[in-house]
């Protein structure tokens, strides 16, 4: 075997790894070896924080969607904190806030989100603090489902589902929820094995106690806070019933992948968490899932290089013309709404992976603010 075809085949192995035989692998090891939560039905006091940037456009309809949750009213508090906004989001939520089930935290400068939940988780009153975006809606029983986690004192946070609705409205929409699915079913196999390693950003809750007061430039809370609560000797939990709702024009296409793909490059800081002592199954999800999925665009260039020198035998000729049919789909996509929808996920398989070598440029040059200055 020449230099050339060793190249393609490693390439090639790591890319059908990441994508296709973690899948696989993660579904044999979920069902030889599950490790189910104790859940029960439980009514902890509770604080939804909400940190919002400019948001006028949703934050009404984001107080009236917590208000209707199936929680008792005296057990859970509504907490909107103003991270300096400019649009009158702070005006729009000052008519709902009463001082007690529904509040403002108003901050006059913008800092960023994990500055404004920094500040914030200390005035909150809940013994359990649920995060969710201002964008995203809670279906009526999302939060007792997520809290029931909690019965088990092994359990320090716990993932809700996040859920794309009305995907047609956009090209990225079909193939974006093709993907969550993915990555639902991909937590629900390593929380079965044990814990997640990242909690989605649209619902997701702590122990207040267990809150580690991330550095501000942090980009990715949702998986900061609950790596370091592992770290700490707890499970991190997912509850698949406990559905956070996104319409998929507020997904934000290509500028929100790139700040997901530069919130995981500043991830493999946390490798070191760990480490010391090592813990041995989130590794391994670490390195499959989080740096796997770095390293996928660079074995794609690299299969792709590794194939020019082989073009004179008939399976490499094919592995081309599979490559190039996949990318002319990618470049089609880009501009024009493919039919029938499988043929819009080549754009959007490249959309993501291009997106990791933005994300190098913005946490290489330190410019992170783009991550909560979305509009």
Same mark, same amino acid.
């Given at each position: 075997m020449i230099p050339a075809e060793i190249l393609f085949w490693t390439f090639a192995g790591?890319?059908?790894?990441?994508?296709?035989?973690?899948?696989?692998?993660?579904?044999l090891?979920?069902?030889?070896?599950?490790?189910?939560?104790?859940?029960?039905?439980?009514?902890?006091?509770?604080?939804?924080?909400?940190?919002?940037?400019?948001?006028?456009?949703?934050?009404?309809?984001?107080?009236?969607?917590?208000?209707?949750?199936?929680?008792?009213?005296?057990?859970?508090?509504?907490?909107?904190?103003?991270d300096g906004s400019t649009d009158g989001t702070p005006e729009l939520v000052a008519r709902h806030a009463d001082g007690n089930r529904v509040r403002l935290l108003r901050y006059p400068l913008n800092r960023g989100k994990l500055a404004v939940l920094n500040d914030s988780v200390p005035q909150l009153h809940g013994e359990i603090v649920a995060f969710s975006d201002a964008a995203t809606m809670l279906e009526p029983a999302a939060l007792r489902r997520l809290v029931a986690n909690f019965a088990d004192p092994a359990v320090g946070a716990v993932s809700g589902l996040y859920r794309?609705?009305?995907?047609?409205?956009?090209?990225?929409?079909?193939?974006?929820?093709?993907?969550?699915?993915?990555?639902?079913?991909?937590?629900?196999?390593e929380a079965t094995l044990g814990s997640i390693i990242g909690a989605h950003g649209a619902l997701y809750a702590i122990r207040k106690e267990?809150?580690?007061?991330?550095?501000?430039?942090?980009?990715?809370?949702?998986?900061?806070?609950?790596?370091?609560?592992?770290?700490?000797?707890?499970r991190i939990a997912y509850e698949p019933s406990a559905v956070a709702l996104e319409e998929a024009h507020e997904m934000g296409g290509f500028g929100r992948r790139v700040r997901i793909m530069a919130g995981n490059l500043e991830q493999l800081r946390e490798l070191k968490e760990l480490l010391m002592p090592p813990q041995w199954l989130a590794l391994f999800f670490f390195l499959s899932h989080k740096t796997g999925r770095l390293a996928a665009p660079l074995c794609?260039?690299?299969? +792709?290089?590794?194939?020019?020198?082989?073009?004179?035998?008939?399976?490499?000729?094919?592995?081309?013309?599979?490559?190039?049919?996949?990318?002319?789909? +990618?470049?089609?996509?880009?501009?024009?709404?493919?039919r029938p929808k499988f043929l819009r996920l080549p754009y959007y398989f490249c959309m993501i992976n291009a997106a990791v070598f933005a994300g190098m440029y913005f946490v290489i040059s330190g410019r992170r603010r783009m991550a909560w200055k979305r509009r």
């Open positions: 790591v890319v059908f790894y990441v994508y296709g035989g973690y899948f696989l692998l993660m579904t090891l979920a069902r030889l070896f599950p490790r189910p939560v104790k859940k029960s039905a439980c009514e902890p006091a509770v604080s939804l924080l909400v940190a919002a940037y400019n948001e006028a456009h949703v934050i009404e309809a984001k107080i009236r969607n917590a208000l209707a949750l199936d929680y008792p009213a005296g057990r859970l508090e509504i907490v909107i904190a103003s794309v609705v009305k995907h047609d409205s956009v090209n990225i929409g079909p193939p974006e929820d093709v993907y969550w699915k993915y990555e639902t079913f991909l937590k629900r196999q267990l809150y580690p007061f991330p550095a501000p430039d942090t980009i990715n809370d949702d998986y900061v806070i609950p790596i370091r609560i592992l770290r700490k000797g707890y794609l260039i690299g299969m +792709a290089a590794a194939t020019a020198p082989l073009l004179g035998r008939p399976l490499y000729q094919f592995a081309a013309g599979l490559q190039a049919v996949f990318y002319l789909l +990618a470049v089609l996509g880009s501009f024009v709404r493919l």
